[in-house]
């Protein structure tokens, strides 16, 4: 490492490994072309020898370990955010001390979901400090006149100086901090530009101990790069307790909050918001807002559920199979994976002898969701039988199960949810893994509800 005052070192953005030169992997992760190069204040980390020598006189405070028999637990206690959908994905509310990291597109709503968030806690009775780094208060507050009445509660701070941000939590001790956005926060103490991998690591760290050390919750918004990561190290994705994800395209209504990390609950729900003039609603019944719009006897349009977490989902699945003008065909997958596309059509030429070697191929799931769960595989495979024949699927028909290579159509969890969805929302035939149907009394009690049983794709396809 370079001697002086500022020195030149790199950093692993995967993981944070310190490299006094630059390589082309990481010996810490393996990643390849992670290593960035950063300038280090050498005197701040203690590197003089007077430095050396006060550190050695310093007194430890001695720790004690704990036997996990005598750790109490007591009541875990959860704040409500006042949002429903957002209760959802954070396990139930949000746990006292934890520290939170919100991404998403750019203009995808983090701010205003995070502000109304505040509205909700404010008018609770709780205590909120917002720190803005990218916003002046006149546009925080036309932002907030949008969205509602806040009361005195609700306390605002512009300011990217992580030791002033870090003093005035200390001092009011609120009841919850949002901090938009963790890239603008810089420490002086570090010799970076703000947004680098060596600020945004020490901007984490002096967060992650006011929120364990005050027991304050914490939410921290992040920008993410082209690819969809959140921008910074991944060693950032690391420190937190949860990770919430916005999606959603930015022209369409419609938002999805999705958790890929939880410390305190389940990655598996999401909550759905649509974007109206005065903010963020939540969504009650993601299905009826999924199959708003759908077109009646029209072929390759099929009705599939997935599940979210403990929530089932009714989406339409669309398909276009027409003929290729050139050699090689085109395949497209909007909304799901484009390999498993790829896969179930070569089941259907393989198992049912349908040619559609030669034809494009488009799927896409309607309202721009995402979904990657085999059990909309069914779905699918009804939607391009359906455009390649030209024979339109009963309106009032749903579909799901998995497709094996084999042409079998295996059993999917929870299919007694899925179904009781459907007939919720007027569905009269569903068209299921026949192992679903023979596990005992899984369907007893849904009555209106034509259920059917298939075992392969070739019975499946029967019905159309």
């Not at 995808?108 to 909120?128: D, E, M, W």
């Not at 495979?381 to 094996?404: L, P, Q, Y």
């Not at 596990?439 to 259920?451: L, R, V, Y």
């Amino acid at each position: 490492m370079a001697k002086g005052k500022n020195a030149t070192v790199f950093f692993c953005q995967e993981c944070g490994y310190e490299s006094a030169k630059w390589l082309g992997q990481c010996p810490g992760c393996k990643a390849w072309n992670t290593l960035v190069e950063e300038k280090v204040n050498t005197a701040a980390k203690g590197m003089g020898g007077s430095l050396k020598a006060g550190a050695a006189g310093k007194v430890l405070k001695r720790a004690e370990p704990s036997r996990l028999s005598e750790v109490s637990l007591g009541r875990e206690e959860r704040i409500s955010t006042g949002m429903e959908e957002l209760n959802r994905v954070l396990g139930g509310g949000i746990v006292q001390g934890s520290l939170t990291l919100v991404g998403g597109d750019p203009g995808i709503g983090k701010s205003t979901l995070l502000l109304q968030v505040c509205q909700r806690l404010a008018g609770a009775g709780h205590k909120v400090l917002y720190i803005s780094g990218e916003e002046s208060l006149k546009q925080i507050k036309i932002r907030a006149n949008r969205i509602g009445e806040i009361n005195d509660n609700f306390l605002l701070l512009c300011e990217t100086d992580l030791g002033v941000v870090e003093e005035a939590i200390r001092r009011i001790v609120p009841g919850a901090v949002v901090i938009d956005s963790i890239q603008t926060m810089y420490s002086e103490e570090v010799a970076s530009a703000p947004g680098s991998v060596s600020q945004v690591r020490e901007a984490t760290n002096v967060f992650l101990q006011l929120a364990k050390g005050l027991n304050v919750p914490v939410f921290l918004v992040g920008h993410v790069t082209k690819e969809g990561m959140v921008a910074g190290p991944r060693v950032l994705e690391h420190m937190v307790d949860t990770v919430l994800y916005f999606e959603g395209e930015r022209h369409a209504s419609y938002r999805i909050l999705r958790g890929v990390k939880n410390r305190f609950g389940s990655t598996n729900e999401i909550g759905v918001f649509e974007m109206k003039e005065e903010g963020l609603a939540e969504v009650k019944n993601p299905s009826e807002f999924m199959l708003d719009g759908r077109p009646e006897n029209a072929s390759g349009s099929v009705v599939s559920c997935s599940m979210e977490g403990t929530r089932p989902v009714l989406l339409e699945i669309q398909a276009l199979v027409c003929g290729s003008n050139f050699g090689i065909p085109r395949r497209q997958a909007i909304g799901t994976d484009f390999n498993r596309l790829n896969l179930l059509m070569a089941v259907l030429e393989k198992r049912l002898g349908l040619q559609l070697s030669g034809c494009d191929a488009y799927v896409n799931l309607a309202g721009g969701i995402k979904i990657t769960e085999p059990a909309i595989d069914l779905g699918i495979v009804f939607a391009i039988v359906s455009s390649f024949k030209n024979r339109a699927v009963d309106g009032g028909t749903i579909v799901f199960g998995e497709v094996g290579l084999s042409g079998e159509v295996r059993s999917v969890s929870m299919a007694r949810q899925r179904v009781a969805e459907a007939r919720k929302l007027g569905f009269t035939t569903c068209i299921l893994p026949a192992v679903c149907v023979e596990k005992g009394n899984a369907m007893e009690g849904i009555t209106g509800m034509k259920i059917i049983g298939v075992k392969s794709v070739a019975d499946a396809i029967d019905y159309i």
